[in-house]
């Protein structure tokens, strides 16, 4: 079974400055994909950022980036300039590499930017 | 980008009574829909995987019986809570998936119940 693991349940920025989200992962699937999402105090569920395992370079998404490292299954979030619009519940989820199963989130990290 | 709709988005009834949430992939088809509950500070847990045309499949812990889904169509799942309970109170959402080939997956805005 996949497990994900968020080991920071909160974290707070400085507005401007730069903040990193840890993940972890275990699987023993060769294909798959990580993601990260965004959950506003609207708790609508927000796509961050997507990784596919099989790609090397990082994924990066204007001021989002992740440091993808597989063979640590490691991978963090790193939200450059933050903005207090990027206050919210960050999760990151792992899928097999079909749409039709489930994603397998973390705990999430309450992130909080402060002016 | 794909949207996903759930209506209502919040519902307050009373104890022993049913209540219906809807599901609706708004364009595309969704071959497999996924409802999470998502308790206050907690993250999303899964409770069923519903596949079109065919049975859904519940998670360890999750009673059929009680949380009733249904997935008529290529865009249309529900899921009804029957005779409901105040711990029955949570944030329910759903996701959809195109298929295979496919790895992304939309959320709806999720809906609110709270029961009395």
């Known amino acids: 079974a996949q497990t994900v693991t968020q080991s920071q349940p909160e974290m707070s920025v400085q507005e401007a400055e730069t903040v990193t989200l840890s993940c972890t992962y275990d699987?023993?699937?060769?294909?798959?994909?990580l993601f990260w999402y965004k959950q506003p105090p609207s708790r609508q569920m927000i796509l961050v950022i997507r990784?596919?395992?099989?790609?090397?370079q990082n994924a990066t998404e204007n001021r989002f980036s992740v440091n993808f490292q597989k063979a640590a299954k490691s991978f963090s979030l790193k939200i450059s300039d933050s903005q207090l619009g990027d206050t919210a519940m960050y999760f990151c989820?792992?899928?097999?590499?079909?749409?039709?199963?489930?994603?397998?989130f973390g705990k999430g990290t309450r992130l909080s930017v402060i002016a | 980008g794909a949207v996903v709709s759930q209506h209502p988005s919040w519902v307050i009834c009373k104890s022993g009574t049913s209540v219906k949430i809807e599901c609706r992939s708004l364009?595309?088809?969704?071959?497999?829909m996924f409802w999470y509950r998502q308790f206050p500070k907690q993250s999303l847990m899964l409770m069923a995987t519903?596949?079109?045309?065919?049975?859904?499949?519940?998670e360890q812990g999750v009673e059929k019986d009680k949380f009733l889904i249904n997935h008529a169509s290529l865009t249309l799942s529900t899921l009804t809570v029957t005779s409901a309970h105040p711990e029955d109170s949570s944030f329910y959402i759903c996701?959809?998936?195109?298929?295979?080939?496919?790895?992304?997956?939309?959320f709806g805005p999720g809906t609110r119940l709270t029961v009395l």
């Open positions: 996701s959809a998936s195109p298929g295979r080939g496919t790895d992304t997956q939309y």
């Open positions: 699987t023993s699937e060769s294909n798959y994909y």
């Open positions: 990784q596919e395992a099989y790609k090397q």
């Open positions: 989820a792992f899928i097999r590499n079909s749409g039709n199963t489930p994603l397998v």
């Open positions: 364009d595309f088809q969704a071959t497999t």
């Open positions: 519903s596949n079109e045309g065919s049975k859904a499949t519940y």
